[in-house]
């Protein structure tokens, strides 16, 4: 499974940006699909994920500014991020818990990661 992330850029403090995330390969299913992000110097962490049936979790410093969305017949996830703080400069990377055609099991996958720059 082949993750590729798009819509990084640079954003003025409290501006809006949207990340697109779409999912390839031989895929059976799809579970969650999340966004992650690390910040220069810190650890990566849970922006926000989805479930399949569109159950949504994010991150206490994001609620109520972002938006995690899904189109499951694509195999796309969205983040529409609204609001922005120069602390949410960061590489953003999509993941999602896969099933690929042949398998039984779950699996993990990663995008290779999106830089997101807030500043002035």
């Known amino acids: 499974v082949q993750l590729q992330a798009f819509g990084g850029g640079l954003v003025e403090p409290g501006g809006s940006l949207r990340l697109s995330c779409e999912a390839s390969g031989s895929i059976f299913s799809i579970n969650t699909m999340s966004w992650y992000r690390q910040a220069p110097g810190k650890q990566r962490e849970l922006v926000a994920t989805?479930?399949?049936?569109?159950?949504?979790h994010y991150a206490d410093s994001v609620k109520g500014r972002f938006t995690i969305s899904r189109e499951n017949g694509k195999h796309m996830v969205f983040l529409q991020m609204n609001s922005l703080k120069p602390e949410g400069t960061a590489v953003y990377y999509c993941?999602?818990?896969?099933?690929?055609?042949?398998?039984?099991?779950?699996?993990?996958?990663w995008g290779q990661g999106t830089q997101f720059t807030v500043s002035s």
């Open positions: 989805i479930s399949s049936y569109g159950t949504t």
């Open positions: 993941s999602s818990n896969a099933r690929i055609i042949g398998s039984v099991s779950l699996h993990d996958y």
